[in-house]
């Protein structure tokens, strides 16, 4: 069993960055791949980002890439979401995941945080 939980979200104005942070208790942190969601309102909940358990090989969604970032502090359990040059289409709830298989779909992913508002105001 794994706990997240997340902090971080917010309203910010369009181009500008937020970091959001998610900390994990129970399991070991660096036996799960690590992974961002988001849904927007009236959309399906979507991948963001994911980070492997070493080696720190990561993977975005093309609609970030170039602008998000993901990290993860193994030695406190913590994982980091830095979203820069934000966009209005990236308002959304922000979930971090952890999986024990990895994969960009959200069925891959075992454990959930509660969710952390992102809105980015034009």
């Known amino acids: 069993q794994v706990q997240l939980v997340e902090s971080g979200g917010g309203l910010v104005q369009a181009g500008g960055s937020l970091r959001l942070s998610c900390a994990a208790s129970?399991?070991?942190?660096?036996?799960?791949?690590m992974g961002w969601f988001r849904q927007a309102p009236g959309k399906e909940r979507e991948f963001v980002a994911r980070m492997l358990q070493t080696g720190g090989t990561t993977y975005y969604a093309d609609s970030v890439t170039g602008r998000f970032t993901i990290s993860r502090d193994n030695a406190k359990n913590t994982l980091f979401l830095q979203m820069n040059s934000l966009k209005p289409e990236d308002t959304a709830i922000y979930y971090c995941?952890?999986?024990?298989?990895?994969?960009?779909?959200?069925?891959?992913?075992?454990?959930w945080g509660q969710g952390t508002q992102v809105t980015v105001s034009s």
């Open positions: 129970g399991r070991t942190f660096r036996n799960y791949v």
């Open positions: 995941a952890a999986s024990v298989v990895g994969g960009r779909e959200e069925g891959r992913y075992s454990y």
